[in-house]
């Protein structure tokens, strides 16, 4: 570490509030499906019927990808030849 900047693999994430990150992600993908919707419905036109479909859409894509990443993200980093990699 030069300076207080890490190098390489040596990140301290000792001091982040996990908690405040989680709430801050799910805001913000929560934020982003609300536009993605509304976007979709008043670029091509039509009734509200056409935003609660994209909304439903978008929501059911967001919790899944909300549930599954975190699952995968942590399989991969567990994967038995990063632990036994020699530096």
Known sequence: ?????????????????ISF????????????TIANSLASKYASGGSNYKLCAYASVLFALSALISFVMPLLAS???????????TP
């Open 75 to 85: 399989k991969i980093f567990t994967m038995p030849f990063l632990s036994s990699a």
């Open 21 to 32: 990150i989680s709430k801050y992600v799910m805001f913000a993908i929560f934020v982003l």
């Open 1 to 17: 570490m030069i300076g207080g900047i890490p190098s390489g693999f040596g990140y301290n994430i000792s001091g982040v509030d």
